[in-house]
């Protein structure tokens, strides 16, 4: 096991369960930022039923089992077999919906297939060097289709490779993966360059209330 699949999977233990219905009663949906019931859903992806979506660091699998619920071909890929084993318990036996487990270039670079979207939600696009991972994406992608990505804003000052420390036990160093962060006009340019057209980034703000982070949010087309 890779040390980044041994941080995700102590990130796997330390995550909450999604719950059972959101404030709507609905048992799937789909939720881009860090905050309950708040901002857009699958429709940023903008594809219909039938289509096939990818899901890069599907995580406990939430989102990818929504997008199944509602019609479409939902792949979730991640490197954590913790996470992947939560997913699968919950919603494996969810008609429509794959699960694997992959690193998000190598998963890539292997299909065969292609996507009609492709979408991180704080997954593999902000913990994988951009370099490698944004061509891989847009030679999956089928003509028109939509890559769609959220994660934290990047801390004024603190751009490109960064570090994420998973804290452990109380006498164990925390683990450590590399994470990338660009403010929304750098997102755009990096895109743009490896091919995508109509490139859109923007910072959602949080809900109403104390918090004051929000949650960038970049949309391109293949």
């Not at 292997?110 to 492709?118: I, K, L, P, Q, S």
């Not at 003509?143 to 164990?172: H, K, M, N, T, W």
């Amino acid at each position: 096991m890779t040390d980044t699949a041994i941080a995700w999977d102590t990130y796997a233990r330390q995550r909450p369960e999604r719950r059972p219905v959101n404030a709507r009663g609905e048992t799937t949906w789909f939720n881009w930022t860090q905050y309950e019931d708040h901002g857009p859903g699958a429709e940023l992806l903008d594809v219909a039923a039938g289509a096939r979506v990818l899901d890069l660091g599907c995580g406990k699998g939430g989102n990818a089992a929504h997008l199944a619920a509602i019609g479409m071909r939902a792949v979730g890929v991640d490197v954590s077999l913790r996470q992947l084993a939560a997913a699968r318990e919950r919603w494996g036996q969810a008609p429509g919906l794959e699960l694997h487990h992959a690193e998000a270039v190598r998963f890539l670079l292997e299909d065969r297939e292609g996507f009609d979207a492709v979408y991180s939600v704080y997954g593999a696009v902000w913990f994988t060097d951009p370099t490698l991972l944004l061509p891989a994406v847009r030679e999956r992608l089928r003509p028109g289709g939509r890559l769609v990505f959220s994660q934290r804003p990047p801390v004024e000052g603190c751009y490109g490779c960064q570090a994420s420390y998973i804290p452990r036990g109380p006498d164990e160093d925390p683990l450590v993966v590399k994470r990338w962060d660009y403010e929304p006009n750098a997102w755009e340019q990096l895109l743009a360059e490896h091919g995508y057209m109509d490139v859109r980034a923007s910072v959602l703000a949080p809900p109403a209330g104390a918090r004051r982070v929000g949650t960038l949010v970049v949309t391109a087309r293949a």
